[in-house]
């Protein structure tokens, strides 16, 4: 049976449907040593490559490996991209290796922002995650300058319009500094959007005339960052966390694989 080329590829783990999507576009990704157009369908036999890489796909009827997620902890200055012209370091440098597939980071954060971002090796989950039928909540502390009252608030949650259309928080809500930025006086808030638009958040703030100092991801859908991950580190999603995240874009929960929980480091030098 025939299948579209996205989906094979995000079971095979290399990409996300929309990742393939682009690839395909693109020109990077052939079928039989022909070079794949939109719409292209391949049965289990046909042989597909990625930049002239074969890419392994499960045989048929054959269990497909556990589902994987990691929750890796963004530092400033990191991109969220396999390899870098500029060499600048990435978040992609410190995952563990695995057998088969690659991982897919889930959605992306700009060079300026860190926290919470997911990784998985199931491409079809990573494809609903982010796309936008399951409204998924990210959730930020927000570090603001400006002067912020009550009635600013209620215009971002009310709504403005960008230049790219219409846009508001979900939730919005002073806070205190999250651990380790203390020793300001300028003023934290939460803010829920559900939306993956570049720099939404920020672009929200800076249409009222504030500028965001600091901006850290603290919530994916179900999953919360919370402690103890090391800047630039990762932990494995618990089976509840696994289990929640599946759920939430209407995928049948796994047995998740047997890893520890702890924080981990990729062993060496890259890390300092």
Same mark, same amino acid.
């Given at each position: 049976?025939?299948?579209?080329?996205?989906?094979?590829?995000?079971?095979?783990?290399?990409?996300?449907?929309?990742?393939?999507?682009?690839?395909?576009? #693109?020109?990077?990704v052939?079928?039989?040593?022909?070079?794949?157009?939109?719409g292209?369908?391949?049965?289990?036999?046909?042989?597909?490559?990625?930049?002239?890489?074969?890419?392994?796909?499960?045989?048929?009827?054959?269990?497909?490996?556990a589902?994987r997620?990691?929750?890796?902890?963004?530092?400033?200055?990191e991109?969220?991209?396999? %390899?870098?012209?500029?060499?600048?370091?990435?978040?992609?440098r410190?995952?563990?290796?695995?057998?088969?597939?690659?991982?897919?980071?889930?959605?992306?954060?700009?060079?300026n922002?860190?926290?919470?971002?997911?990784?998985?090796?199931?491409?079809?989950?990573?494809?609903?995650l982010?796309?936008?039928?399951?409204?998924?909540?990210?959730?930020?502390?927000?570090?603001?300058?400006?002067?912020?009252?009550?009635?600013?608030?209620?215009?971002?949650?009310?709504?403005? #319009?960008?230049?790219?259309?219409?846009?508001?928080?979900?939730?919005?809500?002073?806070i205190g500094?999250?651990?380790?930025?203390g020793?300001?006086?300028?003023?934290?808030?939460?803010?829920?959007?559900?939306?993956?638009?570049n720099?939404?958040?920020?672009?929200?703030?800076? %249409?009222?005339?504030?500028?965001?100092?600091?901006?850290?991801?603290?919530?994916?859908?179900?999953?919360?960052?919370?402690?103890?991950?090391?800047?630039?580190?990762?932990? #494995?999603?618990?089976?509840?966390?696994?289990?929640?995240?599946?759920?939430?874009?209407?995928?049948?929960?796994?047995?998740?694989?047997?890893? %520890?929980?702890?924080?981990?480091?990729?062993?060496?030098?890259?890390?300092?």
């Amino acid at each position: 049976m025939k299948q579209r080329l996205q989906k094979a590829l995000a079971e095979a783990g290399v990409a996300s449907r929309r990742e393939a999507d682009a690839w395909i576009g #693109e020109g990077r990704v052939s079928v039989n040593g022909v070079v794949a157009v939109p719409g292209t369908q391949v049965a289990p036999e046909d042989r597909i490559s990625v930049d002239g890489r074969h890419i392994r796909r499960p045989r048929p009827n054959a269990a497909p490996a556990a589902t994987r997620v990691l929750l890796y902890k963004k530092r400033v200055g990191e991109i969220v991209t396999e %390899s870098d012209p500029e060499g600048r370091r990435t978040v992609f440098r410190k995952l563990p290796k695995l057998e088969q597939g690659r991982w897919i980071a889930v959605g992306r954060l700009d060079i300026n922002t860190s926290g919470l971002l997911l990784f998985t090796n199931n491409g079809e989950l990573a494809s609903r995650l982010m796309h936008p039928r399951h409204e998924l909540p990210r959730s930020y502390a927000v570090r603001v300058h400006g002067s912020v009252d009550e009635a600013l608030c209620q215009r971002l949650l009310e709504g403005v #319009e960008l230049e790219d259309g219409f846009a508001r928080f979900d939730a919005l809500a002073s806070i205190g500094a999250p651990p380790g930025e203390g020793g300001s006086s300028n003023q934290w808030f939460e803010v829920t959007v559900h939306e993956g638009r570049n720099r939404l958040v920020r672009r929200l703030w800076e %249409s009222q005339d504030c500028e965001v100092a600091r901006l850290i991801r603290v919530g994916y859908g179900p999953v919360a960052l919370g402690r103890g991950i090391r800047s630039a580190g990762w932990r #494995e999603a618990t089976p509840e966390e696994l289990n929640a995240l599946q759920l939430a874009v209407d995928l049948p929960t796994r047995k998740a694989a047997r890893k %520890s929980p702890h924080p981990r480091r990729k062993p060496g030098k890259a890390g300092r």
